[in-house]
């Protein structure tokens, strides 16, 4: 099933898997746009109003990590689903400071799709 009109914001300071997550996004139909940072990030999501999704990385350079954007995206626009990873922290679900997804690196792509799926489909 492809996700035409479905707009997914990837936030990752790692060049090669910000580009590996959004090929992939891509190629199951999502709109990609792509932040190295929060800060990139902000600027975005004041720009685009048709964001639907976010995954972001927790570690990263800039004003805040991928937990504050979080928390921020959470604040500013409620409507946005957000998934967190991180190669350097293990949290929950629960643990997370909004309602999302958490998911360990190096994650199982296949099951971070699943995820999107889900919670556009809750939407």
């Given at each position: 099933?492809?996700?035409?009109?479905?707009?997914?914001?990837?936030?990752?300071?790692?060049?090669?898997?910000?580009?590996?997550?959004?090929?992939?996004?891509?190629?199951?139909?999502?709109?990609?746009?792509?932040?190295?940072?929060?800060?990139?990030?902000?600027?975005?999501?004041?720009?685009?109003?048709?964001?639907?999704?976010?995954?972001?990385?927790?570690?990263?350079?800039?004003?805040m990590d991928g937990l504050?954007?979080?928390?921020?995206?959470?604040?500013?626009?409620?409507?946005?689903?957000?998934?967190?990873?991180?190669?350097?922290?293990?949290?929950?679900?629960?643990?997370?400071?909004?309602?999302?997804?958490?998911?360990?690196?190096?994650?199982?792509?296949?099951?971070?799709m699943s995820a999107m799926?889900?919670?556009?489909?809750?939407?």
């Open positions: 099933m492809g996700y035409n009109g479905i707009t997914v914001l990837v936030v990752e300071d790692e060049v090669l898997l910000r580009i590996d997550i959004a090929q992939s996004l891509e190629d199951h139909g999502f709109s990609v746009l792509e932040a190295s940072n929060a800060d990139e990030a902000i600027v975005i999501l004041n720009a685009q109003s048709e964001i639907h999704l976010m995954f972001t990385d927790i570690d990263m350079p800039g004003s504050k954007l979080a928390a921020a995206v959470r604040d500013r626009w409620p409507p946005i689903k957000i998934i967190v990873a991180s190669g350097h922290r293990e949290m929950s679900d629960a643990l997370l400071p909004v309602e999302g997804r958490f998911f360990a690196k190096p994650y199982d792509l296949s099951r971070v799926r889900d919670m556009v489909a809750a939407a």
